[in-house]
């Protein structure tokens, strides 16, 4: 009994240690914010120093040694602990997919409104801070970090690849960077960036849509095959093997 209590206890401390990793389940906008800047823990924490996930996972691990005992349980704990830490990482927290999720879907709409403050004349720095300004949102946040190093006398590739972590903005960190070095208009390509983001938007949203209904046969037939065997074949098979006994 006490040893089944104490293995409860620290899978009750993996579990609060796992809870509070995830915050952004609770309090998704308090951890948009904190995402921009770096907390003092993470600031002053040495690199050795096991962050929460694998505290979690080590707990987990003792959980399972405490249960299980003895040289099996030390093994059993070790291989616990290492594939708990790997799964957990593999894990997207629920801020930072809602973050790329909205900064994949904002895109489009930011790289029109950065060619129309273009072709209005304004210079590309302006441009980037005023559509940052009008747009909100978490990519508006790198776009004004974009505008800013611009404004600072920083290189288009500086300032630019503060939109490498979002997807699809590879092609406009190209287009940018190209028409920096070699002067081409910007405008037109962002353009044809949007409509193509857009396009691949939809191609996507298709090939999902396929996929589910794929998945959603999978049940059925589950369903469907016990079904027919028990209602179809084996009233079948049981005459015949009366007629034949």
């Known amino acids: 009994m006490p040893r089944q209590a104490l293995a409860a206890g620290c899978l009750a401390g993996a579990a609060l240690v796992l809870l509070v990793t995830g915050g952004s389940v609770v309090r998704p906008r308090r951890r948009l914010r904190l995402l921009t800047r770096p907390t003092v823990a993470e600031r002053t924490r040495p690199s050795w120093w096991p962050d929460r996930i694998r505290l979690g996972a080590g707990l987990a691990g003792v959980a399972v040694l405490i249960v299980v005992g003895g040289w099996a349980g030390l093994l059993a704990g ?22 790329r999720l909205r900064e994949s879907a904002d895109l489009p709409l930011a790289a029109d409104l950065l060619a129309a403050a273009l072709r209005a004349g304004a210079p590309v720095d302006r441009s980037v801070l005023a559509v940052a300004e009008a747009l909100g949102g978490p990519l508006a946040e790198r776009l004004g970090r974009v505008g800013r190093t611009l404004q600072l006398g920083g290189t288009a590739a500086e300032a630019w690849a503060h939109l490498h972590p979002v997807a699809g903005a590879e092609r406009l960190v190209t287009a940018a960077v190209r028409s920096s070095n070699s002067g081409t208009a910007l405008a037109g390509a962002l353009t044809r960036l949007a409509d193509e983001l ?9 090939a999902t849509a396929r996929r589910a209904g794929v998945l959603i046969v999978l049940p059925l037939g589950l369903c469907f095959l016990p079904a027919f065997i028990l209602a179809g074949l084996v009233p079948v098979i049981v005459a015949v093997l009366g007629d034949v006994l």
């Open 198 to 206: 857009r396009s691949d938007r939809a191609t996507a949203a298709e």
């Open 78 to 99: 070790v291989l616990s602990s290492l594939a708990a830490d790997r799964l957990l990482r593999r894990i997207e927290p629920r801020a930072v997919r809602d973050r």
